[in-house]
């Protein structure tokens, strides 16, 4: 089968690999119809390869049809259509009994001290293959796969992988109360989901910052308040307090991580670990903070006193400093992790109507093949061509 397969720092290509076969008899194989590329993913383009080999199938945010079921597999069968969430979570553990299916216990990876494992996403995480190919290999087949109705196109279903339940568990961390207010840091796929999700849910006032001029427009467009970082720079968290009678929002959603603009210390970091043979760079990143803090650093000045703080933007440095004194005296609280995919299926299902009062129809701002997959890797990366999420279709 063709497949995106990682080969080096921003070197990504399509290639011919084996085709997956079923191994256990509760897997599935999925004909993949439509697999998204992520935020994250451009995190493995441009800063996680010392955590991968050449070869790696990426993607994590993939749906398509059963090809294929295991012996033991009752809740599919042939020809039904599925959303894979990214995480590979058993739905049967003590984790996933709590709703946390991002710290699934029977696919944890005590090696590297990692939750649950995830598809297309380094050794930190089991080094699962991907779905930007034609055919995955699905485990947990009766408890994994979102089973979706047919009819509707893939672009109504297939943020259920990850774009969906990651925004909403931002929302939802950051406990906006009902008519209050809450800044978004950062409007790419995650940020842009997240405020349309908080206006769908009560808030009074959603403020989107980013500096990309496509993606601000993207926003107004939806009735979020937006802020251009690139005319505040700096200023950014007062621009916000003066919106909000020189207070800050209730909450911040921090939706861009580890690489955020304007840290050119951070920067530098990456740029040299990336330079460094693999096993010292998987020693630094798993002993030194590599991360561009600026977007934490501007979440923390941003909030009321009192506010909270939500963290869906990853971060991979092991011991990056955190201004623990500013976050105890404004009494800040924090929350964060990867999402839970399956714990939020039942909330969002019902939105995905024909009424879609969260605008995924048109989510996507590019339908590509895969094969064009090194390209949209190298637009998304450089923020070009209006592109804010792709769809790749095998």
């Known amino acids: 089968m063709r497949a995106l397969t990682w080969q080096g720092r921003r070197d990504v290509r399509v290639t011919t690999v084996p085709d997956p076969r079923i191994k256990d008899p509760t897997d599935v194989l999925i004909k993949v119809t439509s697999t998204g590329i992520c935020g994250s993913d451009l ?20 749906m398509g049809v059963v090809e294929e079921t295991g012996a033991e597999v009752t809740a599919l069968a042939r020809g039904d259509r599925v959303v894979v969430p990214f995480n590979v979570s058993c739905g049967d553990c003590f ?53 979706v109705p047919d009819g509707p ?41 997240a405020a349309r999700i908080a206006r769908h849910r009560g808030a009074g006032l959603v403020i989107g910052v980013d500096e990309v001029p496509e993606r601000l427009a993207r926003s107004a467009a939806r009735g979020i308040q937006t802020v251009d970082l690139a005319k505040y720079g700096k200023d950014v968290a007062q621009a916000v307090r003066d919106l909000t009678g020189g207070r800050g929002t209730d909450a911040v959603i921090d939706a ?61 440095g092991a011991a990056d400093p955190l201004p623990l004194l500013t976050l105890f005296d404004k009494q800040i609280q924090l929350r964060m992790g990867q999402a839970n995919v399956r714990r939020w299926v039942p909330d969002l299902l019902p939105l995905l109507s024909d009424e879609d009062p969260l605008g995924v129809d048109g989510f996507a701002t590019h339908h590509l093949p895969l094969e064009d997959g090194p390209k949209a890797y190298d637009t998304f990366q450089k923020k070009a061509d209006g592109m804010v999420k792709t769809l790749l279709r095998p």
Request: proline share 6%.
């Open 153 to 193: 196109d893939d672009d109504r279903f297939v943020y259920l992988s990850d774009v969906l339940p990651t925004a909403w568990q931002a929302v939802e961390y950051a406990a906006v109360p009902p008519g209050g207010s809450v800044t978004v840091l950062g409007l790419g796929p995650i940020g842009d989901m």
């Open 43 to 62: 995190h493995l383009y441009e800063v996680l390869g010392p955590f991968l080999d050449p070869g790696d199938i990426l993607g994590h945010e993939a």
């Open 95 to 147: 984790m996933c009994d709590r709703g946390l299916h991002s710290q699934c216990e029977t696919t944890q990876v005590t090696e590297y001290g990692s939750g649950a494992a995830l598809f297309g996403y380094t050794k930190l995480y089991g080094q699962v293959p991907g779905g930007q190919a034609e055919f995955m290999r699905v485990p947990f087949g009766n408890t994994l796969p979102i089973k």
């Open 256 to 316: 861009v991580g580890m690489e955020a603009h304007g840290s050119p210390v951070g920067k530098a970091a990456q740029w040299a670990t990336g330079l460094l043979p693999d096993a010292a760079a998987r020693v630094l990143m798993e002993r030194a903070g590599v991360d561009r803090l600026t977007a934490l650093l501007t979440a923390i000045d941003i909030v009321r006193r009192g506010g909270t703080l939500s963290i869906s933007g990853v971060y991979g």
